[in-house]
C-alpha cells in the first residue's frame, strides 16, 4: 500500500496520489461488464487495467492505439528502476498517477466513439425495416431509414417515422405518384427517395412539393413519357436519376429546383430523347444548376442546346450524331469532361467543332471504329485538354501536327492498351540560344508490358 502523505524519506514508499476528481466509471461499468475495472490511484504492482479479449470491438481498437503511443506497458520499468534517484522516481510516480487518473476519464470518451455511429432497428410499419442510424454524443442524433420495397401498391401511403430521411418504395409496381401518396408527418424531412423499379407513367407536378428537404429522387427504371414544368421546384435537389423511362422531349427549365445554387446532377441516359427544349431567356425562374448531365443512349441527332447551364459534365455516348460542327457546344466554355464514345452513327468531325471548349480537360472519343480524321484542327482552340480517349477508333496514325493545338495535353489512349504521354527531349546541351526542346508522344503497349514494344510517334 502506499505511504502516508505527511511525510517522506529517500527509502520510503512512493507517495501516493494526490487527491483529485474522480470521473463516476460506474455510469459505463454496465455497458463493459465484468471486463473494466476502474484503476486504483496508486497500484504498487503498477497493475494498470488493460481491457480483456471480451470488450468491444471497438475498445480493444482502442486499446491498442492507446498501446502504440505508450500508453501501456512503457512505464513500468521507469518506475521501479533502482538506478534512479527517490526525487526523480517520486517525480515520475506522481506523473504516472495523474496518467492512470487520465486513463480513467480517458475511456468512457474511447467508449463514446467506438459506439458512435450504431446501427439499430426500431418499430416499423408492417412489412417494411426501419434502421436507425445514430450519431454524436450519448447518441443525441439520429435518422431512420425506412425500406418498404418490394410490397406491392397497396403499401402507399405509408406512414413512416418522424425522423425518416430515406424512403425506399421501389419496386412496388406503383402506377402514379400524387402528393397525398407523400404526405404525413415523416415526409416532410426526407432527404433521400427512392422510386425506381415502378410502373409510373406520369406524375403529378404537386408530387414532391411538400418534401422541402429533398437532395435525393430516384425515379429509373419506369416508363415515364413526359416530365411536368416546374416538377422540382420546391426541393433542394442535387441528384435526379431519370434513367430507362420513355422520355422523348424535356424542357431544361423542368430542374428548376430550390438548391439555391448548389450543383445538380441530372441522369436522362437510356431514354428515348430527340430533343432538348433550352431554357428560355426571360424564364420567370433562373436557369437550372445542373453541372452534370448524362443523355447517353437516346435518339439525339445534334448536340442539344445547353448554353447557360454550369455545365462540367456531358455525356453524350451511344447517340446517333451526325455531326460535331463549329457553334455545337456554343455557351459551354466551364464544361471539364466531354463523353462522344460509341457513337451510333458515323460522326464526322469538322475543324474547330470543339473551338467552343476552353477549358475542356478529358476528351473522350472511344468505341468510334468508323471515326477517321478530318485534320489535327478538329481540336484546335483545346488549349486546357489534358486527356484524350482514341481507343477503339480509326484515328491511327496520329498527326504530327496534333500537339501544337493541344498545349497541355499528358495523355492520348490509342488501340488496345496503347498510352501515350507527353515527352519533352530538351535536344542538346548548352541549349542554344532561340532553340525550343522537342516534344513528341512515347506510347507504350500496356498489355504487353514490354520495352521493346514502345514507340515514339
Known sequence: ???????????????????????????????????ARP????????????????????VLRAARGWDRIGGWGNRQRLRTDPSRGWAERAAHASRTCWEERAHTMLWPLLLLLAAGEAQTTRPCFPGCQCEVETFGL????????????????????????????????????????NESVLAGPGYTTLAGLDLSHNLLTRFSPTAFSRLRYLESLDLSHNGL????????????????NLSHNRLREVSVSAFATHSQGRALHVDLSHNLLHSLVPHPARASLPAPT??????????????????????????????????????????????THLSLGSLQRLPQL???????????????????PKLKWAGPEVFSGLGSLQELDLSGTGLVPLPEKLLLHLPALQSISVGQGVQCRRLVREGTYPRQPGSTPKVALHCIDTQELAAGGSDTL
Open 350 to 368: 469538322v475543324p474547330y467543332g470543339f473551338r467552343e471548349l476552353q477549358g475542356l480537360q478529358v476528351l473522350d472519343l472511344s468505341s468510334n
Open 39 to 58: 484503476p486504483p490511484p496508486c497500484s504498487p504492482g503498477g497493475g494498470l487495467w488493460q481491457p480483456s479479449p471480451h470488450s468491444p470491438p471497438g
Open 1 to 35: 500500500m502506499c505511504a502516508p502523505r505527511a511525510r517522506h524519506r529517500p527509502n520510503s514508499s512512493l507517495p501516493c496520489c494526490p487527491p483529485g476528481p474522480r470521473l463516476g466509471f460506474k455510469l459505463f461499468s454496465g455497458f463493459l461488464g465484468n471486463s
Open 138 to 177: 450519448f447518441d443525441s442524433f439520429s435518422l431512420t431509414r425506412v425500406d418498404c420495397s418490394g410490397l406491392g401498391p397497396h403499401i402507399v401511403p405509408v406512414p413512416i417515422p418522424l425522423d425518416t430521411a430515406h424512403l425506399d418504395l421501389s419496386s412496388n409496381r406503383l402506377e402514379t405518384v
Open 290 to 335: 445542373i453541372q452534370s448531365l448524362n443523355l447517353a443512349w437516346n435518339r439525339l441527332h445534334t448536340v442539344p442546346d445547353l448554353r447557360d447551364l454550369p455545365l462540367r459534365y456531358l455525356s453524350l455516348d451511344g447517340n446517333p450524331l451526325a455531326a460535331i460542327g463549329p457553334g455545337a457546344f456554343e455557351g459551354l466554355a466551364g464544361l
Open 225 to 240: 413519357a413526359a416530365l411536368p414544368a416546374e416538377s422540382f421546384t420546391s426541393s433542394p435537389l442535387s441528384d435526379v
